[in-house]
């Protein structure tokens, strides 16, 4: 049966390139704490799967371990990969970015990726190591081994120590977002800059952190639009210009956040759900690496 949708929007990035604003993580949902050569079948078929229902953006990362599943299911799917938007992420071995690049494209089976990341600022213990690290992503753009770079939980100073030397803007920074974690001085920077946002854990609200502020509201919100509090919570994103990327290891969820495209809040729906949001502080990862209070 033809999965009935409005296809995936994009956004355009700072060098001209596209990213479709709904993405398929593999991710907390797959993390893998036992040896990567062992493959997960479930999650090749959960991939196959979204991909048939035209998710073309794929979120990986190399200490997720779940590339070797990526890669297979790119691979099973015969999709062509022009049409596919891949993303992974370096961390586990940024101290050596151009080998963890080509240990990654080999497991996904790729020649090259959409995006490429640094997972997160806090291998650095000064300016000039992240300053060092993003000059060694530009020389993988060059290569053409990652057509776009960017960034991920990078707060404004991160960003702006990078962009001191930075030749090429980082094309986005990837943060945990959603209405208890809004980013208001973060996404600033952002605009500023031409940095694209996109929200990992964009359900948190509705997910993790029952209960709060927002609850009522997203769920007269759901009823309204017939979706769930789950796709109000994309849509909040979307309608933001924020990437949203999501996970399921369920069908039936992965179809429905795809309704997250057909429909659009209003802008003072928007702004409620804004201001009912900053009435909690809540954090669903990385707790121990960023401090309890920072709202940044």
């Known amino acids: 049966m033809a999965h009935v949708h409005t296809p995936i929007p994009a956004l355009k990035l700072n060098d001209g390139n596209s990213i479709p604003v709904l993405g398929y993580g593999t991710g907390t949902a797959w993390y893998k704490s036992g040896d990567e050569d062992k493959i ?38 015969g999709v062509s990969r022009d049409k596919l938007f891949v993303t992974t992420k370096v961390m586990r071995n940024i101290a050596d970015i151009k080998g963890a690049i080509k240990n990654s494209l080999r497991k996904l089976q ?36 990652a057509k ?21 803007v980082p094309a986005c920074n990837q943060i945990e977002f959603h ?19 996109v929200a990992y854990g964009p359900l948190t609200a509705v997910t993790k952190a029952k209960p709060g ?34 996970t399921s290891a369920k069908d039936h969820r992965l179809s429905d956040y795809l309704r997250a495209t057909t429909f659009k809040l209003t802008p003072a729906e928007i ?26």
């Open 40 to 77: 997960d079948r479930n999650l090749v078929e959960s991939v196959k799967l979204a991909i048939k229902m035209e998710y073309t953006h794929l979120d990986g990362a190399e200490v997720y371990k779940t590339e070797p599943e990526l890669g297979l299911a790119i691979k099973e799917s």
């Open 110 to 145: 790729l020649e090259y990726v959409d995006l490429y990341l640094i997972h997160s600022p806090f291998f650095a213990k000064s300016d000039s190591e992240l300053q060092s690290a993003w000059a060694t992503m530009e020389e993988v753009q060059k290569a053409g081994l």
């Open 179 to 197: 209405p208890y974690l809004q980013h208001s001085q973060l996404v600033e920077v952002h605009k500023k800059h031409g940095i694209a946002t």
């Open 271 to 296: 702004k409620k759900i804004k201001e009912l949001g900053e009435q909690k502080h809540f954090r669903g990862f990385w707790q121990n690496k960023f401090d309890k209070d920072d709202r940044s």
């Open 148 to 168: 776009s770079i960017g960034v991920s939980n990078y707060l404004p100073q991160h960003i702006e120590a990078t962009l001191k030397t930075a030749k090429v």
């Open 213 to 246: 502020p927002v609850d009522e509201y997203m769920a007269s919100l759901a009823k309204k639009y017939a979706v769930s509090e789950g796709e109000i919570s994309l849509r909040w994103c979307i309608d933001q210009d924020v990437v949203a990327i999501t």
